[in-house]
């Protein structure tokens, strides 16, 4: 479904879209028209191409009724207006929860609107994680019952390419619905005070699996998130130290990664708690900086050893000035304050050449590699190695 008030777009656009195999277009000069498309047709819509202004209805506004109602298909927003305000609508749009290919400038190059179809898929079940709803019932039913498992994501280093640790990334198994993601279950843990129960299994899982790849000769170093909540705990440090060292795994090899995703409660015993898992060498590493609650606050208040500098930031850098200043900052920050850090969200080489071109410690995202089940993780590795040449060339 286009939507666009100029005649002349609609029909170059649909031009473009037949040209790509893409038979089944509908052109709407009017948002209301458009509209009541979306809403009589439910489900049958697999991708919307949305131009910012029009008359009597903007863009936004249509973002806004696409949201009220579920829509699953992708989008792809157009604009003459300049980058920013693209990309502000784009964000909005995401943060909506709708599945957005791409924020682009008319007239389309069609090699442009080729690739936003092909990371898209064009169904509208597409490869979007529908996040379900599970209630606080089902959740706690589940830690119960051990139903999570852990996945793991590597981080490389960008001078020299090699692996120095993973990510755990929490899954749940669910009996039903498969493998459910994190964004639809740790904030309802958080609400309900169970992140902990939670939290800890997952650290426990991850330990066993450093210890597991250690016999197989694979140092790797893993790192586990946690959230404020669970630094509320004051026995917390005391757990990870006696978990380490059940594991039998040196206390170097595990990070914990903090975000601060709502207000600290206590900030005092929070301040307290991760002091004390420093001087128990726990390392600890501010996540998603740049984002949320994680602050310039944080940073000289709690001696972090890494900063991970948060996806929405790092891909597509080399062509946001915006970004890519952040980006530059947060790096030079970091390294004034002795810190090592992290870039996540690496996507594409243009990032990944960007950030070597920076020059700084790590980087994890899909480019590398995505999360994974740790048992997967060698034969990744092996396959890293035959990358690793053209990527790292000496
Ligand atoms: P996070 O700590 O920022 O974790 C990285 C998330 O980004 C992961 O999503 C990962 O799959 C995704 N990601 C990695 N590379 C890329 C990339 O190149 N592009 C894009 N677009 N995404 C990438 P996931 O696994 O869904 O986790 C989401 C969040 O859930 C995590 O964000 C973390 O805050 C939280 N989480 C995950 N596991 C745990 C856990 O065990 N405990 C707690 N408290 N939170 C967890
Ligand atoms: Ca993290």
């Excluded at 100029?6 to 509908?26: M, S, W």
């Excluded at 243009?350 to 590398?368: H, K, M, P, S, V």
Aim: aromatic residues 6%; negative net charge.
């Amino acid at each position: 479904l286009l939507i666009d008030d100029e005649p002349f777009t609609l029909r170059l656009l649909t031009h473009q879209l037949k040209g790509l195999g893409h038979e089944d277009v509908t052109g709407c000069e009017d948002a209301r028209e458009a509209l009541a498309r979306v809403e009589g047709a439910p489900g049958t819509i697999d991708l919307i191409l949305l131009d910012l202004q029009m008359p009597g209805s903007d863009g936004i506004e249509f973002i806004r009724h696409l949201a009220r109602l579920h829509f699953s298909g992708g989008v792809i927003l157009i604009s003459g207006e300049d980058e920013r305000i693209l990309q502000t609508a784009h964000r909005l749009a995401e943060a909506h929860q709708l599945r957005v290919l791409g924020a682009v400038h008319m007239p389309v190059p069609p090699e442009r609107l080729r690739t936003l179809l092909a990371a898209g898929g064009t169904g509208s079940a597409g490869a979007h994680r529908v996040a379900k709803r599970y209630t606080f019932d089902e959740l706690r039913e589940a830690v119960a019952g051990n139903q999570f498992i852990n996945w793991y994501q590597p981080k490389v280093s960008l001078r020299t390419g090699a692996v120095v640790g993973v990510e755990t990334l929490v899954r749940w198994q669910h009996p039903v619905d498969g493998l459910v993601f994190p964004d639809a279950f740790i904030a309802l843990a958080e609400d309900g005070g169970m992140v902990d129960a939670l939290t800890r299994p997952t650290l426990q899982r991850a330990l066993a699996q450093a210890r597991a790849w250690r016999d197989r000769g694979m140092a790797l170093h893993v790192g586990v998130n946690v959230s404020m909540d669970d630094l509320a705990d004051l026995d917390f440090p005391d757990f990870v130290a006696g978990a380490v060292a059940a594991a039998g795994v040196p206390v170097e090899s595990l990070l914990l990664e903090v975000t601060e995703s709502r207000l600290m409660k206590n900030a005092l015993a929070s301040l307290d708690i991760l002091t004390r898992l420093r001087l128990k060498h726990i390392d600890l590493s501010i996540d998603a900086f740049g984002t949320g609650h994680s602050s310039l606050a944080q940073l000289r208040d709690i001696p972090f050893d890494e900063l991970k500098i948060a996806r929405g930031f790092i891909h597509g850098a080399s062509h946001n000035p915006s970004n890519r200043a952040i980006v530059e900052a947060s790096l030079g920050m970091a390294h004034h304050l002795g810190m090592q850090t992290v870039a996540e969200g690496v996507e594409d080489l243009e990032d990944w050449e960007l950030l070597r071109t920076l020059g700084r410690d790590f980087a994890q995202g899909y480019f590398i590699a995505r999360p994974m089940p740790g048992e997967a993780i060698p034969d990744w590795m092996r396959g890293w190695e035959t990358r690793r040449p053209e990527l790292v060339p000496l």
